[in-house]
């Protein structure tokens, strides 16, 4: 598949900007991401990676099967779930089985049967799921999402929830969910909604900094890229979802198998997320000068927490003479292009202490003052003034 061809809607792409990402230890995401736009449909893609590349990421680097963030008892993340619920029981009253595919920790699938006891439950994922959702009759089977292990028109109800954001070729996955869904069956999508990243903001380029989000998808280029498999948008819900760290804006629809016909539901005047993505490359240069002035001022810098914002900053930073360090001990093991990511408690405070991740800067202060930081030595990454602030709504471009 040509990179120049909408993932979406297969419409010709224009490029809008080469982004240096980094990455520690050997992870796929040492290099310049090519991101590309199409101006049909408004969605904005990496066009130079791979799935089999993506795939090595969440084999060997992701910590989404421990990471806090996707605990599933997270009030906040049942909460979500909820919400998932209260979508389908609307659209299909009655449902009798449910089959989800990215189920993560099974943290859905889970609820589900709580709030449902009689409902059939299947879990699919390229890793395998969490025993204490298995000890609740929930089932998981390893696959991934482009060759599923279900017969043809075999499921009357499946949900993909923060998946296709994943995956840089979308047709093989959709292609095999129209596959495995009966006439008449329900496929329900949520992903992140791309045109409305800044009505909650988190920091500056957040959701661009997201690495492995190698889609940033828009209502108009879902609908498209569903109605070339025969996927009709039956219900769309455009609403702000919670995490334990944030809140998000949250684009959650489902889509009927149909032989034919028009959408149910127009995706109404695409404007698409250029704006956002351009404010979030000035941010992050905003933000490699106010490290170089930073650096002026105290003579040398530590940066705190080897998250996803500073792996998108790091490689533009003019020098490599700042120290680096983690808490985590599998990111110290990894190291940055050959450069040492110490334990927090083996540096002595000196210079200046930037927090680097934008989530959890209140516990990170905490822990730098107790190894003997001072207040006035410590500044936020997440903090720095930058025209992530500014961005406006975009220019619409019509939706065809
Ligand atoms: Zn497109």
């Known amino acids: ?77 049942i909460a979500k779930a909820r919400r998932y619920l209260d979508f389908i029981a609307k659209l299909r009253p009655g449902f009798t089985e449910v089959t989800d595919i990215g189920c993560g920790r099974g943290g859905f699938l889970r609820l589900a049967r709580r709030s449902h006891p009689g409902v059939r439950v299947l ?63 329900l496929l329900v999508i949520e992903v992140p909604d791309a045109e409305r990243y800044a009505e909650t903001p988190i920091g500056p380029a957040y959701w661009l900094a997201i690495r492995e989000h190698v889609q940033h998808i828009t209502p108009c280029a879902l609908t498209l890229a569903l109605a070339r498999h025969g996927l009709h948008v039956e219900h769309l819900e455009r609403g702000v979802l919670p995490t334990p760290e944030f809140r998000y804006a949250s684009l959650l629809l489902a889509a009927r198998k149909a032989e034919a016909g ?49 792996l998108s900053l790091l490689p533009r930073l003019d020098t490599d003479v700042d120290r680096l360090c983690d808490a985590n001990p599998l990111k110290q093991r990894q190291g940055y292009r050959g450069r040492v990511v110490y334990a927090p408690e083996l540096l002595a405070p000196r210079g200046a202490l930037v927090i680097a991740p934008y989530l959890y800067a209140v516990e990170i202060r905490r822990a730098a003052v107790a190894l003997g930081w001072r207040p006035e030595q410590i500044f936020e990454l997440g903090a720095v003034d930058t025209p992530m602030m500014d961005v406006a709504t975009p220019a619409s471009i019509e939706c065809e």
């Open 262 to 310: 028009e959408d149910a539901v127009k995706p109404g005047r695409c404007v698409g997320c250029v704006d956002y993505l351009q404010a979030s490359a000035r941010a992050l240069e905003c933000q490699a000068e106010w490290v170089a002035a930073l650096r002026a001022r105290h003579g040398g810098l530590t940066f705190w927490g080897c998250s996803a914002e500073l």
């Open 123 to 185: 879990g699919i994922d390229i890793a395998p799921g969490d025993p204490e959702a298995r000890a609740e009759a929930v089932m998981f089977a390893a696959a991934t999402s482009a060759v599923l292990p279900l017969a043809n028109d075999s499921q009357s109800l499946l949900t993909c929830f923060h998946v296709l954001e994943h995956l840089r070729v979308l047709d093989s996955t959709l292609e095999e969910l129209a596959r495995v869904l009966q006439p008449g069956g």
């Open 1 to 77: 598949m040509s990179e120049r061809c909408c993932p979406a809607c297969r419409a010709d792409t224009v490029a809008l900007a080469d982004w240096p990402f980094g990455g520690l230890g050997e992870s796929v995401f040492n290099y310049v991401a090519a991101f590309r736009h199409c101006t049909q449909c408004g969605l904005v893609y990496v066009a130079n990676i791979d799935d089999a590349r993506l795939a090595r990421f969440y084999h060997e680097e992701c910590a989404y099967h421990t990471s806090a963030h996707f605990a599933v008892d997270r009030p906040e993340n």
